[in-house]
């Protein structure tokens, strides 16, 4: 059961360049999100899905674009990366009755 | 919106010894709260919730934590620290009326001395 799967696990991008991390899950959740963790700041809440077809901003979404493209996938978009950017970044879903998130295993971005 | 706060940035306990974190929530209401476990490199995984009822919750691991309406607070306790508890823990809340808006703490880290 491979439950929450990103892609890349590492990536080192430069200073103006794009990228999409993708996200996919296997346990038919109908919620869907895209976290960033930070060094003494947690985990904040950059988008969220609640059901396919709809997205929605969390805390910090400037600079970020998402996609819910089916029920299984949700991807977050960096057009113009920057050094602000650099951060540890978890999708998560869950089926909202229970409340409990279940994560992916992060993917480390580097902005230089 | 609501919002947590870990007071403690890192924590040390000696194995065998009890372990108490500590955890903060600002809201109007009565919340949903939770508490979540990350090892090194790890996403998170969830450790126990509230959501409302007996404000003494059972989690997994052996940990419980206890709801206090009148301090805000959730605190996350075990009474004896096994060294595979090291990692770092984290508190979040979410209010009822909109549940797909979870908000993290920053964290508390436990070192298990042997």
């Known amino acids: 059961n491979a439950g929450v799967t990103q892609t890349p696990k590492f990536q080192v991008l430069k200073t103006g360049q794009s990228m999409t991390l993708q996200c996919a899950q296997d346990m038919n959740h109908n919620s869907m999100y895209w976290y960033r963790q930070d060094p003494g700041m947690g985990l904040r809440l950059i988008y969220y899905s609640a059901s396919e077809g709809t997205t929605d901003k969390g805390e910090v979404p400037n600079g970020y674009n998402v996609s819910r493209l089916n029920k299984r996938e949700f991807s977050l978009r960096l057009e113009s990366a920057a050094p602000s950017q650099t951060s540890v970044y978890f999708c998560?879903?869950?089926?909202?009755?229970?409340?409990?998130?279940?994560f992916g295993e992060g993917s480390r971005l580097t902005v230089l | 919106a609501q919002s947590v706060t870990q007071p403690d940035i890192h924590i040390t306990v000696s194995e065998g010894a009890s372990l108490e974190l500590r955890c903060n929530y600002s809201y109007g209401a009565t919340p949903y709260l939770f508490w979540y476990v990350q090892s090194p490199g790890q996403g998170l995984q969830l450790l126990l919730k509230?959501?409302?009822?007996?404000?003494l919750v059972q989690g997994i691991k052996g940990f419980e934590a206890e709801f206090k309406r009148s301090q805000s607070s959730f605190n996350l306790r075990k009474p004896s620290v096994h060294w595979s508890d090291a990692a770092e823990y984290f508190c979040?809340?979410?209010?009822?009326?909109?549940?797909?808006?979870?908000?993290f703490g920053a964290g508390t880290r436990l070192t298990v001395k042997p």
């Open positions: 979040a809340v979410e209010t009822p009326y909109n549940n797909n808006d979870m908000r």
């Open positions: 998560a879903s869950s089926e909202v009755a229970t409340g409990e998130l279940f």
């Open positions: 509230y959501f409302s009822g007996d404000t």
